[in-house]
């Protein structure tokens, strides 16, 4: 549900952000980008960025490559990855470099799926909610990733409200949902509450599931508990990460499961908050001076599980002994069967 309300929330991006030159165009690919100016100077790179976007790519790829609450997360991993390769953070590198590396970005296989999505938006918040365009409504619905019982909601919303913008029908069934979710989780929410309060080391990873995002006191905590553990390996910038945490950690049963019986344990492979100064190291693994508290996960993820790919979750028993792995994954059943295997 979560990415349904997200989907909702999408501001359209209009094309006046995309009116430049030709002379724009070629002095742009020339522009050098460092980490730092990136960092402390975000407006100035967002026009940048729109002009790279007009010249090389479209309205589209800009609002995906925004995300969906606008924070950049595929821009900046962009940035930063490439970045990162350096060890100085003042080291640069171009928009013409960072136009390769969104080309490659749109070669991911879930990225047809996610303009669809957009391009139905686009359109259904442009239209007025009328039955007799319901078959043509219903279809943009379906692609935005709207499930047939989230539909039979929405057309129960058209039917009392016809004739409203689908942006204010959108807004009608947020409403629906959240008062639906107080009606229906009370008692989860206490017991959620209780959850935190008890480990206040724990974050809320999604909506309704508590992570721990250090790998230590993670297994530390699954000894005490005497609780098999879950390690998750995501990224920002992966979309098949956030296309798990929308579909399948959103699952009120998978909540449920790991919640009380696992330990769950959620590592970002490109989080940059910066370490110490004597907390930096040179690594072998990546080849890189350490400097981030993503790279030590990056690291941990190659040097002890043999992986270099996100998402990856892995169970361990509570001796820290691997159980089984999984990676991207839409199918839910298929899900709730692997973390059930720490069963006995």
């Given at each position: 549900?979560?990415?349904?309300?997200?989907?909702?929330?999408?501001?359209?991006?209009?094309?006046?952000?995309?009116?430049?030159?030709?002379?724009?165009?070629?002095?742009?690919?020339?522009?050098?980008?460092?980490?730092?100016?990136?960092?402390e100077?975000?407006?100035?790179?967002?026009?940048?960025?729109?002009?790279?976007?007009?010249?090389?790519?479209?309205?589209?790829?800009?609002?995906?490559?925004?995300?969906p609450?606008?924070?950049?997360?595929?821009?900046?991993?962009?940035?930063?990855?490439?970045?990162?390769?350096?060890?100085?953070?003042?080291?640069k590198?171009?928009f013409?470099?960072?136009?390769?590396?969104?080309?490659?970005?749109?070669?991911?296989?879930?990225?047809?799926?996610?303009?669809?999505?957009?391009?139905?938006?686009?359109?259904?918040?442009?239209?007025?909610?009328?039955?007799?365009?319901?078959?043509?409504?219903?279809k943009?619905?379906?692609?935005?990733?709207?499930?047939?019982?989230?539909?039979?909601?929405?057309?129960?919303?058209?039917?009392?409200?016809?004739?409203?913008?689908?942006?204010?029908?959108?807004l009608?069934?947020?409403?629906?949902?959240?008062?639906?979710?107080?009606?229906?989780?009370?008692?989860?929410?206490?017991?959620?509450?209780?959850?935190?309060?008890?480990?206040?080391?724990?974050?809320?990873?999604?909506?309704?599931?508590?992570?721990?995002?250090?790998?230590?006191?993670?297994?530390?905590?699954?000894k005490?508990?005497?609780?098999?553990?879950?390690?998750?390996f995501?990224?920002?910038?992966?979309?098949?990460?956030?296309?798990?945490?929308?579909?399948?950690?959103?699952n009120?049963?998978?909540?449920?499961?790991?919640?009380?019986?696992?330990?769950?344990?959620?590592?970002?492979?490109?989080?940059r908050?910066?370490?110490?100064?004597?907390?930096c190291y040179?690594?072998?693994?990546?080849k890189?001076?350490?400097?981030?508290?993503?790279?030590?996960?990056?690291?941990?993820?190659?040097?002890?599980?043999?992986?270099n790919?996100?998402?990856?979750f892995?169970l361990?028993?509570?001796?820290?002994?691997?159980?089984?792995?999984?990676?991207?994954?839409?199918?839910?059943?298929?899900?709730?069967?692997?973390?059930?295997k720490?069963?006995?």
């Amino acid at each position: 549900m979560k990415r349904q309300l997200l989907i909702i929330g999408f501001i359209l991006i209009t094309s006046s952000l995309f009116a430049q030159s030709n002379a724009d165009c070629e002095q742009i690919l020339h522009k050098e980008i460092t980490i730092n100016h990136f960092q402390e100077h975000v407006d100035e790179f967002m026009k940048d960025f729109q002009t790279l976007v007009y010249c090389e790519f479209d309205s589209i790829d800009y609002q995906i490559f925004m995300g969906p609450q606008g924070n950049m997360p595929m821009i900046a991993k962009s940035i930063l990855d490439h970045g990162a390769k350096p060890i100085e953070n003042d080291e640069k590198f171009t928009f013409a470099d960072l136009k390769e590396v969104l080309i490659e970005l749109k070669q991911d296989t879930m990225y047809p799926k996610i303009r669809r999505i957009v391009e139905a938006r686009n359109l259904i918040v442009q239209r007025n909610a009328l039955l007799k365009n319901w078959s043509q409504d219903k279809k943009l619905l379906v692609d935005m990733g709207f499930t047939e019982n989230h539909i039979k909601d929405i057309y129960a919303i058209v039917e009392n409200n016809e004739s409203k913008p689908y942006p204010e029908i959108f807004l009608i069934y947020s409403d629906f949902i959240a008062n639906q979710q107080v009606s229906n989780g009370s008692a989860e929410e206490i017991n959620d509450s209780n959850l935190e309060n008890e480990n206040p080391e724990m974050i809320e990873w999604v909506k309704g599931l508590y992570a721990y995002q250090d790998y230590q006191l993670g297994l530390k905590k699954s000894k005490e508990l005497d609780k098999p553990s879950l390690v998750y390996f995501n990224a920002y910038g992966c979309i098949n990460s956030r296309m798990m945490d929308g579909e399948v950690l959103l699952n009120k049963d998978i909540q449920e499961y790991i919640n009380q019986n696992l330990v769950f344990i959620s590592l970002i492979v490109d989080e940059r908050t910066k370490l110490e100064k004597n907390e930096c190291y040179y690594s072998e693994t990546l080849k890189k001076k350490v400097i981030y508290t993503g790279q030590i996960s990056a690291e941990l993820q190659i040097e002890k599980f043999n992986a270099n790919s996100q998402p990856l979750f892995i169970l361990l028993d509570v001796n820290g002994k691997e159980i089984d792995r999984i990676g991207y994954i839409k199918d839910i059943e298929k899900f709730k069967v692997f973390i059930k295997k720490t069963k006995k």
